[in-house]
């Protein structure tokens, strides 16, 4: 059994009152300050149980492995952090033995409100692998600034933090143009492509599932075509000439980001036709929007103040994929125009 005790000054009289109150328990002490050959030798004495209670302080979390020692008491568990009450407590339950923990506090009027939630949060979590959550426990209680601290901790612990950082950059860019962020969608920047065709990196091409994956997850994160180029011939140097399944992702990878540019939320097109949403702020040029639905030779009209429903057949070729480039640079306001002077 440990009985943890971290003030060396006073661990000797506590050592003498506990032989005192368990007159049948060998007490021995251990601590940081002894000699290196002493308090070796005292740790293998316990190892093979030459004696049965050891008065230490917080050295024996370190990771010292004793699988007999099944109970463990913490005095005054109010002062330790969580980290090192998380090591602690693992010091027993080494081995098939049940394990016992006990945290000896004073009154709970007395501690501090971080004691508190430390003791709660050690309290609470009990299973495997809880190590990570006691961390963030630790992050939240301790403060890691505003980024990372008690204010934020809740909208972080929600959504993630890759996640959370990628919504700030998105509303620090924003407030950098001059526009106000979108608050209340603050996913609306992500663009959908959908063209009804095979679009993919086929098994039969990248065999390994983490690496198509990683792939996948690279190309929804490049920033621009410069980024989609460097991919590209990156996935084709390591896997060969690129499947059709393959050329059509890497396109739709690119009218995403076209898409996204203007403040297209989704574009949607089959061999019937299908529709374009807007975001409700975006920089379609509302005189390209009034020229296609004038066009005489096209099929196009407004639903609603955001959705434009388009009518034209294509086929499952090359044909959809530069009928949606198309689309989106007249959208932009940056397709020739019929009276316009070539350069």
Not at 14 to 30: M, S
Not at 315 to 321: A, H, N, T
Request: charged share 30%; proline share 5%.
């Amino acid at each position: 059994m440990y009985f943890v005790h971290n003030v060396v000054e006073t661990i000797d009289k506590t050592a003498q009152e506990i032989a005192k109150l368990l007159p049948e328990a060998e007490v021995r002490v251990g601590h940081g300050q002894m000699r290196e050959r002493d308090l070796e030798q005292l740790m293998v004495d316990f190892y093979h149980r030459r004696f049965n209670f050891l008065v230490c302080t917080t050295i024996i979390e370190s990771g010292i492995d004793v699988p007999t020692a099944n109970t463990i008491m913490i005095d005054r568990a109010d002062k330790l952090g969580l980290a090192q009450l998380h090591q602690l407590r693992g010091r027993v339950g080494r081995s098939h033995h049940r394990a016992y923990a006990y945290l000896l506090t004073p009154p709970r009027k007395a501690l501090s409100l971080d004691a508190v939630k430390r003791l709660e949060a050690i309290e609470s979590l009990e299973d495997l692998g809880a190590g990570f959550v006691l961390a963030t426990h630790d992050l939240e209680i301790r403060g890691a600034g505003e980024l990372l601290g008690e204010s934020q901790s809740g909208e972080l612990t929600e959504v993630g933090l890759t996640m959370y950082l990628d919504l700030l950059e998105r509303a620090v860019k924003a407030l950098k143009e001059g526009r106000e962020p979108e608050l209340d969608r603050p996913l609306a920047a992500t663009a959908e492509v959908e063209l009804r065709l095979p679009a993919l990196l086929p098994e039969s091409y990248v065999a390994d599932v983490p690496v198509r994956l990683a792939l996948y997850k690279r190309l929804a994160a490049a920033p621009d075509n410069a980024g989609i180029d460097a991919l590209t011939e990156e996935i084709v140097d390591r896997f060969g000439p690129l499947p059709p399944p393959g050329t059509n992702l890497l396109r739709v990878a690119r009218l995403k980001l076209a898409a996204r540019s203007i403040g297209i939320r989704r574009l949607d097109l089959g061999a019937q036709g299908g529709y374009a949403l807007f975001e409700e702020q975006n920089q379609v040029d509302p005189r390209a929007v009034i020229r296609l639905i004038q066009h005489p030779d096209r099929d196009y009209r407004l639903e609603g103040a955001l959705k434009l429903r388009i009518s034209i057949e294509t086929d499952e070729g090359g044909e959809r994929f530069e009928f949606a480039e198309k689309f989106l640079n007249e959208l932009r306001g940056t397709a020739m125009q019929p009276n316009a002077k070539r350069q």
